[in-house]
């Protein structure tokens, strides 16, 4: 089974969606499963996890709602104050939904120490007797107090999205590497192969920009712990989907075939347990 294990859905708001600037025009206007089905087939996909894009419980439910009635949802990644006092109330609450395999939060957006934070921090270990997963979405400026964050989960499992966004439009490279092989080190530690060529120049990248940095990852997660993901429609900035997929495809060619089966699906059905 092949997984896409990032997509994100919504009917856009011009208000809730403020952080789709009009240098994004292409995203000002609604994506749902419909609009990704041929897309998919085309590059023989066979299921997704939908991903949160706005921080708010109505936006869980609207991609819990969708899974009900689109089979190709096979898990959804929600959102949930994780802050809040009554996280505990929150998360039962959504057990409603089967199709709830985890959280994220955008922590892109907030200051570097936000993982570090105690109410933060109390929220992520309350997912773990829910067997929930959690995202971790953040710049690679992020990565130190992600450590640090990482070391208190060992037994939460964590995954990085978009590979901790390098900077790969400036080719910084050096710190970035070794800060992933050291969050790396954490075995309950995935990563996303996903979001690189929105952190790339748009549009006039070169496939051969991402080799050196899909080398750290892959050197350091192994194929056991890198799931494949497009971040559509995210990816319609900067390039198309096939384009993501065949790239991937093409770095990985002369893997093993169960290698390539791992990172294009068994691992985020292990992952999200889907």
Not at 4 to 23: E, L, N, S
Not at 45 to 63: C, I, N, W
Not at 81 to 102: K, W
Request: proline share 4%.
């Amino acid at each position: 089974m092949v997984i896409d294990a990032h997509v994100h859905f919504w009917k856009f708001d011009k208000q809730r969606d403020a952080w789709i600037t009009d240098d994004m025009k292409v995203l000002q206007q609604d994506y749902l499963p419909e609009h990704l089905a041929s897309t998919l087939k085309r590059n023989g996909v066979d299921g997704v996890v939908a991903v949160q894009a706005s921080q708010e419980e109505v936006e869980t439910r609207f991609l819990a709602e969708l899974a009900k009635t689109h089979p190709i949802i096979k898990g959804v990644v929600g959102w949930i104050d994780l802050q809040a006092d009554n996280i505990t109330e929150r998360l039962a609450h959504f057990t409603q939904y089967t199709s709830i395999r985890g959280y994220r939060h955008v922590v892109q957006a907030e200051p570097d120490d936000f993982l570090l934070r105690p109410n933060f921090q109390r929220g992520v270990r309350a997912l773990q007797s829910y067997n929930y997963t959690y995202d971790v979405l953040i710049y690679h400026s992020q990565l130190k107090p992600a450590i640090e964050f990482v070391s208190k989960f060992p037994d939460q499992k964590l995954i990085i999205d978009h590979c901790a966004k390098p900077d790969i439009r400036h080719k910084k490279i050096d710190e970035w590497k070794v800060l992933m092989k050291e969050i790396a080190q954490q075995p309950n530690v995935y990563c996303k192969l996903s979001g690189l060529f929105t952190e790339a120049a748009w549009k006039t990248w070169s496939a051969a920009e991402f080799y050196p940095y899909l080398d750290v990852v892959f050197e350091a997660f192994g194929t056991d712990r890198l799931v494949f993901g497009s971040d559509w429609p995210v990816i319609l900035v900067s390039g198309i989907y096939v384009q993501w997929k065949s790239l991937l495809e093409k770095y990985m060619e002369r893997f093993q075939e169960e290698e390539k089966e791992k990172v294009f699906g068994l691992n985020a059905v292990r992952f999200y347990d889907l």
